[in-house]
Structure formats: structure tokens, C-alpha cells
């Protein structure tokens, strides 16, 4: 039971991770958008 726990919360710490990386790719994406979209 205590490996279950522990591997559950090893795919949990890898699950906000990637959320992480997504949020700031997705960000960047808009930010590049907005951008190709404002020719100054």
C-alpha cells in the first residue's frame, strides 16, 4: 500500500508538472499571436 501511495504521488507530481509546462506554452502561443497580429 505505502508504494502505491508513493508511486501516486510521483504521477501526481508529474501530472502538475506538465499542467506547468502547458500553461506557460499555451501563454507564449497567445503572446506570439497577438504579436503576428499588432505589425508596430
Do not use: Y
Request: charged share 20%.
Amino acid at each position: 500500500a505505502v508504494s502505491e501511495m508513493s508511486s501516486l504521488i510521483g504521477v501526481m507530481r508529474s501530472f502538475e508538472a506538465n499542467q506547468k509546462i502547458m500553461q506557460v506554452h499555451s501563454e507564449r502561443m497567445a503572446k506570439t499571436i497577438s504579436e503576428l497580429g499588432n505589425p508596430n
